[in-house]
């Protein structure tokens, strides 16, 4: 197994970890903060958008089953890469959309990335590409979210969409879903 590790933010951590946790090769995805001034922050401090952070999902993955890239095209398909600081009604710096980088590398892919994706956005892509500093993991209740809490209102109007319409999209990348 050729382990790698991206650090990704694209709106609610919760919606990410949903989608990344049924794909092939992905051996673990967790919740976290990155990006910020505050050391161990809590999802209060987060929220109230004072600490810089960012709401992002660190995805384990073996590389050869899914690459980088591959890991990053599955980003720009379940997020708007071109909304500052939002992701729908999710508004402020923490929904920011952002890839933390683990090496000179996944820099250059994830630039790359960004520059061959961009044709298929009206907008400007504003994702921003920054080296991990370090990376906090969100308290144990945002773990597994979606899995924990299907019925939970956001739950179920937000993130059971977003996964089924992934769903039907990728079968192909998927992992056994039928549950």
């Not at 933010?9 to 990006?35: M, R």
């Not at 994830?110 to 590409?129: K, L, R, Y």
């Not at 993991?137 to 179920?156: I, L, M, S, V």
Request: glycine share 6%.
């Amino acid at each position: 197994m050729s382990k790698e590790i991206a650090t990704l933010g694209g709106g609610c951590f919760w919606c990410l970890e949903a989608v990344y946790d049924d794909i092939k090769g992905v051996s673990s995805v967790v919740s976290g903060y990155s990006g910020g001034h505050v050391e161990n922050p809590t999802y209060q401090q987060v929220c109230g958008k004072q600490t810089g952070h960012a709401e992002v999902v660190q995805v384990e993955f073996d590389n050869d089953i899914i690459s980088f890239k591959d890991v990053l095209n599955v980003f720009f398909s379940i997020h708007d890469p071109t909304t500052l600081n939002r992701q729908g009604a999710d508004v402020g710096p923490q929904y920011r959309s952002v890839i933390f980088y683990h090496s000179p590398e996944q820099k250059r892919i994830a630039e790359e990335t960004i520059a061959e994706v961009q044709p298929q956005w009206s907008d400007p892509i504003v994702t921003e590409v920054a080296e991990l500093d370090v990376f906090y993991r969100a308290e144990e209740y945002h773990q597994n979210y979606f899995k924990n809490n299907p019925t939970q209102g956001y739950c179920r109007v937000v993130i059971a969409p977003k996964v089924a319409k992934f769903r039907k999209q990728n079968l192909d990348r998927l992992k056994q879903t039928a549950q």
